[in-house]
Nanobody, 114 residues
Framework: QVQLVESGGGLVQPGGSLRLSCAAS????????IGWFRQAPGKEREGVSC????????YYADSVKGRFTISRDNAKNTVYLQMNSLKPEDTAVYYC???????WGQGTQVTVSS
């Protein structure tokens, strides 16, 4: 059974940091570009970041460049999103997914508020 399970979300003050984790099971993450998407209330889902399966090249949305860092540990079948300098507009449900959209996690809530 294919699963992507996110963890690490929560409530954080503006300027704070969070690290999201996404553990894959039922398939080998090595062969997939994997990334993070988010959906804020009343807004469409948007791509945040992706990391390739081949050379580790990365993509970031302009809104998170310089603040978020994606990484992967193929040995642990896990992908991470380090989020620094968080802003209220980063508040959303964050989803881990293969960048093709084939597999999705259930999402984890990130709330940035004072």
């Amino acid at each position: 059974q294919v699963q992507l399970v996110e963890s690490g979300g929560g409530l954080v003050q503006p300027g704070g940091s969070l690290r999201l984790s996404c553990a894959a099971s039922g398939f080998t993450l090595d062969y997939y570009a994997i990334g993070w998407f988010r959906q804020a209330p009343g807004k469409e889902r948007e791509g945040v970041s992706c990391i390739s399966s081949s050379d580790g090249s990365t993509y970031y949305a302009d809104s998170v460049k310089g603040r978020f860092t994606i990484s992967r540990d193929n040995a642990k079948n896990t992908v991470y999103l380090q989020m620094n300098s968080l802003k209220p507009e980063d508040t959303a449900v964050y989803y881990c997914a293969t960048c093709s959209g084939r597999y999705w996690g259930q999402g984890t809530q990130v709330t940035v508020s004072s």
